[in-house]
Protein backbone atom coordinates (compact mmCIF):
# COMPACT_ATOMS: atom_id res chain seq x y z
CA UNK A 1 0.00 0.00 0.00
CA UNK A 2 1.42 3.45 -1.45
CA UNK A 3 2.16 5.87 1.63
CA UNK A 4 0.79 9.78 1.27
CA UNK A 5 2.15 12.72 3.42
CA UNK A 6 0.15 15.80 2.20
CA UNK A 7 0.88 19.39 3.55
CA UNK A 8 -1.57 22.53 2.39
CA UNK A 9 -0.39 25.80 2.25
CA UNK A 10 2.96 24.55 0.96
CA UNK A 11 4.15 27.30 -0.96
CA UNK A 12 5.80 29.16 1.10
CA UNK A 13 6.53 29.86 5.37
CA UNK A 14 5.36 27.51 7.71
CA UNK A 15 3.88 25.29 4.72
CA UNK A 16 7.44 24.85 2.62
CA UNK A 17 9.28 23.88 6.01
CA UNK A 18 7.09 21.47 7.20
CA UNK A 19 7.45 19.94 3.65
CA UNK A 20 11.39 20.29 3.52
CA UNK A 21 11.77 18.57 7.09
CA UNK A 22 9.07 15.77 6.50
CA UNK A 23 10.89 14.96 3.09
CA UNK A 24 14.01 14.49 5.04
CA UNK A 25 12.40 11.98 8.00
CA UNK A 26 8.86 10.28 6.88
CA UNK A 27 8.50 6.58 4.80
CA UNK A 28 5.84 7.78 2.74
CA UNK A 29 6.45 7.09 -0.90
CA UNK A 30 4.80 10.99 -1.96
CA UNK A 31 4.85 14.14 -0.57
CA UNK A 32 2.12 16.07 -1.69
CA UNK A 33 2.08 19.82 -1.77
CA UNK A 34 -1.09 21.34 -1.77
CA UNK A 35 -1.72 25.22 -2.68
CA UNK A 36 -2.81 27.67 -5.25
CA UNK A 37 0.75 29.25 -6.16
CA UNK A 38 1.62 26.65 -8.92
CA UNK A 39 4.98 28.41 -9.65
CA UNK A 40 6.49 28.25 -6.03
CA UNK A 41 5.01 24.78 -5.54
CA UNK A 42 6.81 23.86 -8.54
CA UNK A 43 10.32 25.61 -7.28
CA UNK A 44 9.95 23.95 -4.18
CA UNK A 45 9.77 20.36 -5.79
CA UNK A 46 12.49 20.80 -7.75
CA UNK A 47 14.26 21.39 -4.26
CA UNK A 48 12.89 18.15 -2.84
CA UNK A 49 13.28 16.40 -6.08
CA UNK A 50 17.07 17.32 -5.82
CA UNK A 51 17.17 16.03 -2.25
CA UNK A 52 15.35 12.84 -3.18
CA UNK A 53 18.07 12.20 -5.73
CA UNK A 54 21.06 12.64 -3.17
CA UNK A 55 19.01 10.50 -1.01
CA UNK A 56 18.96 7.60 -3.54
CA UNK A 57 22.65 8.00 -3.93
CA UNK A 58 23.36 7.06 -0.44
CA UNK A 59 20.63 4.76 -0.39
CA UNK A 60 18.35 6.91 1.87
CA UNK A 61 14.38 6.64 0.96
CA UNK A 62 12.69 10.28 0.09
CA UNK A 63 9.45 10.63 -1.04
CA UNK A 64 8.80 11.98 -4.30
CA UNK A 65 7.46 14.86 -3.81
CA UNK A 66 4.23 15.73 -6.19
CA UNK A 67 2.87 19.65 -6.59
CA UNK A 68 -1.07 20.08 -6.13
CA UNK A 69 -2.30 23.29 -7.27
CA UNK A 70 -5.40 23.36 -5.72
CA UNK A 71 -7.99 26.18 -4.11
CA UNK A 72 -8.74 24.22 -1.19
CA UNK A 73 -11.17 27.54 0.01
CA UNK A 74 -13.91 26.79 1.38
CA UNK A 75 -16.12 23.81 1.20
CA UNK A 76 -16.09 23.84 -2.02
CA UNK A 77 -12.17 23.36 -2.16
CA UNK A 78 -13.00 20.78 0.83
CA UNK A 79 -14.74 18.82 -2.06
CA UNK A 80 -12.11 19.20 -4.13
CA UNK A 81 -9.41 17.98 -1.78
CA UNK A 82 -12.16 15.04 -1.52
CA UNK A 83 -12.09 14.41 -5.21
CA UNK A 84 -8.39 14.12 -5.40
CA UNK A 85 -8.70 11.52 -2.75
CA UNK A 86 -11.21 9.76 -4.79
CA UNK A 87 -9.36 10.19 -7.95
CA UNK A 88 -6.08 8.56 -6.16
CA UNK A 89 -8.10 6.02 -4.65
CA UNK A 90 -9.50 4.36 -8.15
CA UNK A 91 -5.79 5.02 -9.70
CA UNK A 92 -4.56 2.92 -6.93
CA UNK A 93 -6.95 -0.14 -6.46
CA UNK A 94 -5.17 -2.67 -8.24
CA UNK A 95 -2.36 -2.07 -6.55
CA UNK A 96 -3.63 -2.25 -2.95
CA UNK A 97 -4.82 1.39 -2.73
CA UNK A 98 -3.00 3.99 -0.65
CA UNK A 99 -2.78 5.79 2.93
CA UNK A 100 -2.47 9.07 4.60
CA UNK A 101 0.45 9.09 7.22
CA UNK A 102 0.60 12.70 7.83
CA UNK A 103 -1.70 15.49 6.79
CA UNK A 104 -0.77 18.89 7.75
CA UNK A 105 -3.16 21.69 8.09
CA UNK A 106 -1.41 24.47 7.50
CA UNK A 107 -3.29 26.89 4.78
CA UNK A 108 -4.74 30.04 6.64
CA UNK A 109 -4.34 33.81 6.73
CA UNK A 110 -4.92 36.24 8.89
CA UNK A 111 -6.26 40.26 9.10
CA UNK A 112 -4.56 43.18 11.12
CA UNK A 113 -6.55 46.04 12.29
CA UNK A 114 -10.03 46.87 14.17
CA UNK A 115 -12.42 44.46 12.77
CA UNK A 116 -14.94 47.89 11.55
CA UNK A 117 -12.00 48.83 9.46
CA UNK A 118 -10.93 45.74 7.48
CA UNK A 119 -13.00 44.00 4.50
CA UNK A 120 -16.00 41.84 5.13
CA UNK A 121 -15.10 39.84 2.30
CA UNK A 122 -11.83 39.22 3.53
CA UNK A 123 -12.68 38.38 6.75
CA UNK A 124 -15.28 36.08 5.50
CA UNK A 125 -13.13 34.03 3.30
CA UNK A 126 -10.64 33.89 6.05
CA UNK A 127 -13.13 32.10 8.02
CA UNK A 128 -13.55 29.82 4.75
CA UNK A 129 -10.45 29.02 4.72
CA UNK A 130 -9.16 28.54 8.04
CA UNK A 131 -11.94 26.54 9.72
CA UNK A 132 -14.33 25.15 6.94
CA UNK A 133 -11.23 24.21 4.69
CA UNK A 134 -10.03 22.42 7.86
CA UNK A 135 -12.79 20.36 9.14
CA UNK A 136 -13.49 19.10 5.55
CA UNK A 137 -9.91 18.35 5.08
CA UNK A 138 -9.65 16.18 7.81
CA UNK A 139 -13.25 14.93 7.61
CA UNK A 140 -12.02 13.63 4.09
CA UNK A 141 -8.83 12.51 5.47
CA UNK A 142 -9.71 10.55 7.94
CA UNK A 143 -11.44 7.21 6.10
CA UNK A 144 -7.83 6.81 4.34
CA UNK A 145 -5.61 7.04 7.90
CA UNK A 146 -4.30 3.88 10.24
CA UNK A 147 -2.58 3.19 13.54
CA UNK A 148 0.51 5.67 13.98
CA UNK A 149 -0.87 8.54 10.87
CA UNK A 150 -0.67 11.75 12.07
CA UNK A 151 -2.62 14.77 11.60
CA UNK A 152 -1.03 18.89 12.24
CA UNK A 153 -3.35 21.73 12.29
CA UNK A 154 -2.04 25.03 12.38
CA UNK A 155 -3.93 27.03 15.30
CA UNK A 156 -1.73 30.11 16.89
CA UNK A 157 -1.02 31.37 20.13
CA UNK A 158 -3.90 34.07 19.35
CA UNK A 159 -6.64 30.94 19.90
CA UNK A 160 -6.08 31.52 23.99
CA UNK A 161 -7.43 34.56 23.88
CA UNK A 162 -9.96 36.92 22.53
CA UNK A 163 -7.51 39.52 20.88
CA UNK A 164 -8.34 43.44 19.04
CA UNK A 165 -7.46 44.67 16.40
CA UNK A 166 -6.99 40.65 15.62
CA UNK A 167 -10.57 39.71 16.27
CA UNK A 168 -11.78 37.11 13.49
CA UNK A 169 -8.35 35.47 13.29
CA UNK A 170 -8.02 34.97 17.00
CA UNK A 171 -12.10 33.77 16.53
CA UNK A 172 -10.48 31.27 13.53
CA UNK A 173 -7.77 29.82 16.03
CA UNK A 174 -9.58 29.30 18.92
CA UNK A 175 -11.75 27.19 16.67
CA UNK A 176 -9.08 25.69 15.46
CA UNK A 177 -7.63 24.63 18.64
CA UNK A 178 -10.78 23.18 20.31
CA UNK A 179 -11.91 21.30 17.36
CA UNK A 180 -8.31 19.61 16.90
CA UNK A 181 -8.22 18.59 21.08
CA UNK A 182 -11.64 17.48 20.32
CA UNK A 183 -11.00 15.49 17.15
CA UNK A 184 -7.65 14.20 19.62
CA UNK A 185 -9.79 12.56 21.92
CA UNK A 186 -12.45 10.88 19.45
CA UNK A 187 -9.81 9.23 17.51
CA UNK A 188 -7.91 8.19 20.25
CA UNK A 189 -8.98 4.36 19.93
CA UNK A 190 -7.59 4.55 16.15
CA UNK A 191 -4.12 5.14 17.49
CA UNK A 192 -3.91 8.51 15.10
CA UNK A 193 -1.93 11.29 16.50
CA UNK A 194 -3.68 14.66 16.41
CA UNK A 195 -1.70 18.06 17.35
CA UNK A 196 -1.97 21.80 17.16
CA UNK A 197 0.17 24.03 16.38
CA UNK A 198 0.49 26.85 18.43
CA UNK A 199 3.17 29.43 17.33
CA UNK A 200 3.23 33.15 18.36
CA UNK A 201 5.13 35.38 15.65
CA UNK A 202 7.01 32.99 13.27
CA UNK A 203 9.16 34.82 10.36
CA UNK A 204 7.10 34.27 7.23
CA UNK A 205 5.14 36.70 4.95
CA UNK A 206 2.17 36.90 7.35
CA UNK A 207 2.45 40.15 8.13
CA UNK A 208 2.93 41.47 4.87
CA UNK A 209 -0.77 39.63 3.61
CA UNK A 210 -2.45 40.19 6.55
CA UNK A 211 -1.94 43.81 6.82
CA UNK A 212 -1.78 44.23 3.49
CA UNK A 213 1.74 45.80 3.03
CA UNK A 214 1.42 47.85 5.47
CA UNK A 215 3.87 45.63 7.56
CA UNK A 216 5.98 43.99 5.37
CA UNK A 217 7.68 41.43 8.20
CA UNK A 218 6.49 39.89 11.22
CA UNK A 219 7.95 41.68 14.59
CA UNK A 220 10.21 39.43 16.35
CA UNK A 221 9.62 36.77 14.74
CA UNK A 222 11.06 33.18 15.33
CA UNK A 223 12.42 30.92 12.55
CA UNK A 224 9.90 28.80 11.11
CA UNK A 225 12.55 26.02 10.92
CA UNK A 226 12.59 25.51 14.16
CA UNK A 227 9.21 26.12 15.01
CA UNK A 228 8.21 23.00 12.74
CA UNK A 229 11.16 21.11 14.01
CA UNK A 230 9.55 21.09 17.43
CA UNK A 231 6.09 20.68 16.65
CA UNK A 232 7.25 17.60 14.60
CA UNK A 233 9.03 16.04 17.54
CA UNK A 234 5.88 17.16 19.80
CA UNK A 235 3.62 15.40 17.14
CA UNK A 236 5.77 12.48 16.75
CA UNK A 237 5.80 11.76 20.87
CA UNK A 238 1.60 12.14 20.19
CA UNK A 239 1.29 15.38 22.19
CA UNK A 240 -1.61 17.31 21.32
CA UNK A 241 0.11 20.58 21.26
CA UNK A 242 3.33 22.67 20.30
CA UNK A 243 4.18 25.68 21.28
CA UNK A 244 7.64 25.84 21.49
CA UNK A 245 9.10 29.06 23.13
CA UNK A 246 8.95 30.07 27.00
CA UNK A 247 7.48 33.31 26.38
CA UNK A 248 4.46 31.74 24.19
CA UNK A 249 4.32 28.81 26.36
CA UNK A 250 4.07 31.76 29.38
CA UNK A 251 1.51 33.41 27.65
CA UNK A 252 -0.82 30.66 27.08
CA UNK A 253 -0.60 29.44 30.64
CA UNK A 254 -1.48 33.50 31.51
CA UNK A 255 -4.32 33.63 29.52
CA UNK A 256 -6.38 31.18 31.57
CA UNK A 257 -6.31 33.63 34.27
CA UNK A 258 -7.18 36.95 32.09
CA UNK A 259 -10.54 38.06 31.70
CA UNK A 260 -12.06 37.35 27.54
CA UNK A 261 -13.07 40.88 27.12
CA UNK A 262 -10.23 42.26 29.45
CA UNK A 263 -7.80 40.32 27.05
CA UNK A 264 -9.45 41.81 23.99
CA UNK A 265 -9.50 45.46 25.55
CA UNK A 266 -5.97 45.55 26.35
CA UNK A 267 -4.69 44.19 22.73
CA UNK A 268 -6.99 46.45 20.89
CA UNK A 269 -6.15 49.62 23.51
CA UNK A 270 -2.38 48.88 23.05
CA UNK A 271 -1.46 46.17 20.64
CA UNK A 272 -2.18 47.82 17.42
CA UNK A 273 -1.56 46.40 14.03
CA UNK A 274 -1.00 48.15 11.12
CA UNK A 275 -2.87 47.99 7.87
CA UNK A 276 -3.87 49.39 4.65
CA UNK A 277 -7.72 49.43 3.65
Same mark, same amino acid.
Given at each position: ??????V?G?S =?G?G??F??Q???D???D? %????????D?L?????????????????????PL????G?? @???????????LL?E???????K?G??S??M?????G?????P????? @??????????????? !?? %??G? /??P????E =???IN? /?S????L?????? #?Y??T???????T?AL??? @??H?? %?K???LC??? #???E??D??S????KE #????? =???S #???????????G??T? @????K???K /??????????????? !?????????N?
Amino acid at each position: MKKIAIVTGAS =SGMGKEFSIQISADTDADE %IWLIARRVDKLNELCRELVDLRNEGIKADVKRPLPLAVGLD @IAGRNGAENFALLLENEKKADEKSGGFSITMLVNNAGFGTYGPFEETS @ITRELDMIELNCTSL !TG %ICGY /ALPYMNKE =STIINT /ASLASFLPLGNFA #VYGATKAFVLSFTMALAAE @IKHRG %IKVCALCPGP #VSTEFADIASNGARKE #VKHGL =SAES #VVAHCLRRAGKGKHTA @IMAFKWKFK /AAASRFVGRYTGAWF !TYKYCKRPHNA
